[in-house]
């Protein structure tokens, strides 16, 4: 059982240029989340989906835009990558619903902005 | 916004010691999360708390939902090289939404 699986592990991208992270799972789960993480500052939501065809914006969502056309896939897309977006970018998952929202996490992707 | 206030920031401690960390807030939450990051992995959940007053043990881990339901507390006890990492608490509020601290980092030293 995957879980949630991220693609690429690392990518070095140079200003201006644009990139797609890819998420999917395989644990059926409605809700699908991008956060980045960095140094002292601990998870911050950029985007996220309770369901296939929809998203909606989190705490940090400018300079990214995301896609959930299928129900285990989320892409998180930037546009025209800034120095500022360097950072380790989460995916996660989560059934979704009422009750406590337990999120499962992918390993992470490393991107540097040069 | 709702913020968590999570401490402390690091901790230096000696293999076998115990461990306690907490995340406070001015917010209820209905469910408290505490998960741990693990370097070059993604933060994995240890414990669910969903009652306040709740205490709940998961091996060496044991956490507590406040009766207040703004904190909760998890401890360590007689820590071991593995339990490095970054520990993060996460509270969901009545929209179902998480919001999580900024992470305790654990540094054994040797």
């Known amino acids: 059982n995957a879980g949630v699986t991220q693609t690429p592990k690392f990518r070095v991208l140079k200003t201006g240029q644009s990139m797609t992270l890819l998420c999917a799972q395989d644990m059926n789960h409605e809700y699908m989340y991008w956060y980045r993480q960095d140094p002292g500052m601990g998870l911050r939501l950029i985007h996220y989906?309770?369901?296939?065809?929809?998203?909606a914006k989190g705490e940090v969502p400018d300079g990214y835009n995301v896609s959930r056309l299928k129900k285990q896939n989320f892409l998180l897309g930037l546009e025209s990558a800034a120095p500022s977006q360097t950072s380790v970018y989460f995916c996660?998952?989560?059934?979704?619903?009422?009750?406590?929202?337990?999120?499962?996490f992918g390993a992470g992707s490393r991107l540097t902005v040069l | 916004g709702q913020q968590l206030n999570q401490s402390p920031q690091s901790m230096f401690i000696q293999e076998g010691e115990d461990v306690s960390m907490n995340c406070t807030s001015s917010?209820?939450?209905?469910?408290w999360l505490w998960y741990k990051q693990d370097p070059g992995e993604g933060p994995v959940l240890l414990i669910a708390?969903?009652?306040a007053g709740e205490l709940t043990s998961n091996g060496r881990l044991t956490a507590q939902f406040g009766i207040t339901r703004k904190d909760s507390f998890l401890n360590i006890s007689a820590s071991i090289p593995s339990d490095v990492g970054i520990y993060f608490c996460?509270?969901?509020?009545?929209?179902?939404?998480?919001?999580w601290g900024a992470g305790t980092k654990l540094i054994i030293k040797p």
């Open positions: 996660a998952s989560s059934k979704g619903g009422s009750g406590a929202n337990v999120l499962t």
């Open positions: 989906s309770v369901g296939e065809g929809t998203t």
């Open positions: 708390l969903y009652k």
């Open positions: 996460a509270g969901q509020n009545s929209n179902y939404q998480l919001i």
């Open positions: 917010s209820i939450f209905n469910t």
